[in-house]
C-alpha cells in the first residue's frame, strides 16, 4: 500500500512539474511574441519618415531639416533593435535570473519614455506644422507641404502604436520582476543627527 502512495505521489509531482514547465513554455512564447511586435510598427514608423520629403517651388523640406523627426527615426530604429534582442533573449533563458528579470525592466521603462518622448515632441513640431503661431508670426507650412506633413502625421501616429506595445512590455516586465523578487532593500537611517546654531 506505502508502495502505491509513493506511486502516487510521484506521478502527481511529475504532473505538477509537467504543468508548471508548460505553463511556463506558454508564457515564454507569449512573452516573445509580444516582444517582437513592436518591430514592424518600429520599422514601418522609421521607413515613412526617411522617406517624408517634398519639394515645390517654395523650396523643399526634409524629415532631416527637423530636430525632433530625426530623434523620432532615432528612436524608433533603437526600439526595433531592442524588441529583436529582447525577443531572442526572452526565448532562450529558461528560467529569468534576478539580474535579467531587472534588466528588461530597466531597458524596456527607458525605451518607453524615449519612444513616447519622441512621439510627443513630433506631435508638437506636427501642430505647429499644422496650425502656425501668430504671436511669431509663423504661418502654418502644411498649407504648403501638404504631402509632407501628411507622411510625417502618419509616422507619427505609427509611433503611438510602438509607444502602446512599450507600455504593455514595460507593465508585464514589472510584474514579471515584482512577482518573483523583491524589491531592493533600502536602507534607512535611524537617527539624523543635525547641529543647532543659537
Same mark, same amino acid.
Given at each position: 500500500?506505502?508502495?502505491?502512495?509513493?506511486?502516487?505521489?510521484?506521478?502527481?509531482?511529475?504532473?505538477?512539474? #509537467?504543468?508548471?514547465?508548460?505553463?511556463?513554455? #506558454?508564457?515564454?512564447?507569449?512573452?516573445?511574441?509580444?516582444?517582437?511586435?513592436?518591430?514592424?510598427?518600429?520599422?514601418?514608423?522609421?521607413?515613412?519618415?526617411?522617406?517624408?520629403?517634398?519639394?515645390?517651388?517654395?523650396?523643399?523640406?526634409?524629415?532631416?531639416?527637423?530636430?525632433?523627426?530625426?530623434?523620432?527615426?532615432?528612436?524608433?530604429? *533603437?526600439?526595433?533593435?531592442?524588441?529583436?534582442?529582447?525577443?531572442? *533573449?526572452?526565448?532562450?533563458?529558461?528560467?529569468?535570473?534576478?539580474?535579467?528579470?531587472?534588466?528588461?525592466?530597466?531597458?524596456?521603462?527607458?525605451?518607453?519614455?524615449?519612444?513616447?518622448?519622441?512621439?510627443?515632441?513630433?506631435?508638437?513640431?506636427?501642430?505647429?506644422?499644422?496650425?502656425?503661431?501668430?504671436?511669431?508670426?509663423?504661418?502654418?507650412?502644411?498649407?504648403?507641404?501638404?504631402?509632407?506633413?501628411?507622411?510625417?502625421?502618419?509616422?507619427?501616429?505609427?509611433?503611438?502604436?510602438?509607444?502602446?506595445?512599450?507600455?504593455?512590455?514595460?507593465?508585464?516586465?514589472?510584474?514579471?520582476?515584482?512577482?518573483?523578487?523583491?524589491?531592493?532593500?533600502?536602507?534607512?537611517?535611524?537617527?539624523?543627527?543635525?547641529?543647532?546654531?543659537?
Amino acid at each position: 500500500m506505502s508502495t502505491e502512495v509513493d506511486k502516487s505521489a510521484g506521478r502527481d509531482e511529475l504532473e505538477g512539474m #509537467s504543468s508548471n514547465s508548460s505553463s511556463s513554455s #506558454s508564457l515564454r512564447t507569449a512573452e516573445t511574441l509580444l516582444r517582437l511586435l513592436p518591430i514592424a510598427p518600429c520599422v514601418a514608423a522609421l521607413v515613412v519618415m526617411l522617406h517624408d520629403s517634398q519639394a515645390n517651388e517654395f523650396g523643399s523640406v526634409s524629415y532631416s531639416h527637423i530636430g525632433a523627426f530625426r530623434f523620432l527615426v532615432h528612436a524608433n530604429g *533603437i526600439c526595433a533593435g531592442y524588441s529583436l534582442l529582447s525577443a531572442i *533573449i526572452a526565448a532562450k533563458s529558461q528560467s529569468p535570473t534576478k539580474y535579467l528579470a531587472w534588466t528588461f525592466f530597466f531597458i524596456d521603462q527607458l525605451l518607453t519614455y524615449i519612444i513616447l518622448g519622441a512621439g510627443a515632441v513630433s506631435v508638437e513640431v506636427l501642430y505647429l506644422a499644422y496650425k502656425g503661431d501668430s504671436t511669431i508670426t509663423w504661418s502654418p507650412a502644411c498649407e504648403t507641404f501638404g504631402g509632407f506633413c501628411h507622411k510625417a502625421t502618419t509616422s507619427v501616429v505609427i509611433t503611438f502604436l510602438v509607444v502602446a506595445c512599450f507600455a504593455l512590455i514595460s507593465l508585464i516586465s514589472s510584474y514579471k520582476l515584482f512577482s518573483k523578487f523583491d524589491a531592493p532593500a533600502i536602507n534607512t537611517i535611524k537617527s539624523i543627527q543635525t547641529a543647532t546654531f543659537g
